[in-house]
């Protein structure tokens, strides 16, 4: 049970139709990134994880920072491992995976998915169609009920226009075409910003509130990054003007972080990403938080296949979770795409829902041949 050796694969795979994501607007997405983490025991095992980017910070740390933190530790020593990611994390980019691909191991090595061992509440998680592109109100209403016939009972639109306005327009006529067949959340992206080819106009609170005050009219169910991560006083005093939810907390790290959100009162659903916000450990305990507080947590999962991956295992361990990021914006980001680094893609039901897989660890295997065809780096 013992880490024998630890790698790390970073590989660029070419989209085959580049996608124009909301979140870095004026330049599309050409190539997913993958940073993969392998550990290996000294019983044989090997546990993958992966992060949605190239990460050559986490190379950069990766001989004098990682492998002295895991190798020769048992797998079973996650808070020690956990306490040592953080300080790395001071040096690297989100070091998070090296502990996912340690919980793969310790999956595998008892032979059991990890979300029965963070508590398996269910074995089938609600997924919801995320959107992630602008587009005209026509190809929306298309996409909408191509959703409605795959068996989605939600999906999420973006609002990123300079002018909210027009993204009331479009969210105003598919939800009138859905005519009561699909519920809706909204994500305005407004909790970070890349500097890209173009600048989109940042909400201030009042905007926000204007704009959650249309879509309460509409029957929306949350409202998502409305305003900036850190803004504690206005991400509180947005949710207290509302009975739209409010949701976020996708990119935050550590559970300092989520203590604040909770004492200020930001959020009623919480976007927690186990790649994101340290790893299964960090997240288990800011899940604790979130259910002690009777919010909800709805897991980020718009990285790729393996990301979605560990936000399922995280989802599917608690009952506070009701749904599940399921991102999927044909034709340019078909879920085939998403999960390309896989062997097998994660799909979902006829009627909405993911199936859990009973494979140990995190229940998807990776496509080793394709990741190291498009290889830029190993460790």
């Not at 739209?244 to 996708?250: D, F, L, P, R």
């Not at 004492?263 to 997240?283: L, Q, W």
């Not at 936000?311 to 749904?323: E, K, R, V």
């Amino acid at each position: 049970m013992k880490i024998k050796d630890i790698k790390l694969h970073l590989s660029e795979i070419p989209l085959s139709i580049p996608y124009p994501s909301t979140w870095n607007p004026g330049n599309p997405e050409t190539k997913l990134f993958i940073s993969m983490v392998e550990v290996i025991t000294d019983d044989g095992i090997h546990g993958y994880a992966a992060a949605c980017d190239s990460s050559q910070l986490l190379a950069g740390i990766w001989d004098s920072h990682i492998k002295p933190l895991v190798i020769g530790k048992d797998i079973t020593q996650i808070e020690e491992i956990s306490t040592g990611l953080i300080n790395a994390a001071q040096y690297a980019y989100r070091p998070w995976i090296v502990e996912i691909a340690i919980w793969c191991c310790l999956g595998k090595y008892c032979r059991l998915p990890i979300y029965k061992l963070l508590g398996g509440a269910k074995d089938r998680v609600l997924a919801y169609a995320s959107t992630g592109s602008l587009k005209s109100t026509e190809e929306r209403i298309e996409d909408m009920e191509r959703f409605i016939s795959e068996g989605f009972k939600i999906m999420k639109l973006r609002a990123h226009h300079d002018d909210p306005a027009k993204d009331l327009k479009v969210i105003e006529k598919v939800i009138a075409a859905a005519n009561g067949r699909l519920q809706f959340g909204v994500d305005a992206n407004q909790a970070w910003f890349f500097t890209g080819k173009k600048t989109v106009a940042k909400w201030d609170l009042k905007k926000a509130m204007r704009f959650a005050r249309e879509l309460e009219e509409m029957g929306v169910i949350w409202l998502e990054e409305p305003l900036h991560q850190f803004d504690y006083e206005g991400l509180a005093e947005l949710r207290a003007s509302t009975t739209v939810s409010i949701a976020g907390g996708e990119i935050n790290s550590h559970m300092h972080q989520f203590r604040d959100f909770i004492k200020y009162g930001c959020y009623d659903i919480y976007n927690t990403d186990p790649t994101f916000v340290g790893g299964f450990h960090v997240a288990r305990k800011v899940t604790a938080l979130i259910e002690a507080e009777n919010k909800l947590l709805a897991p980020h999962t718009w990285t790729h296949g393996y990301g979605l991956a560990a936000s399922l295992q995280l989802a599917a361990s608690t009952d506070c979770c009701p749904f599940i990021e399921y991102c999927y914006d044909p034709p340019a980001w078909e879920y085939t795409q998403r999960d390309v680094m896989l062997t097998e893609p994660i799909r979902v039901d006829s009627d909405g829902y993911i199936t859990m897989s009973q494979k140990p660890g995190l229940g998807v295997e990776p496509n080793m041949e394709l990741i190291d065809r498009y290889s830029v780096m190993k460790k």
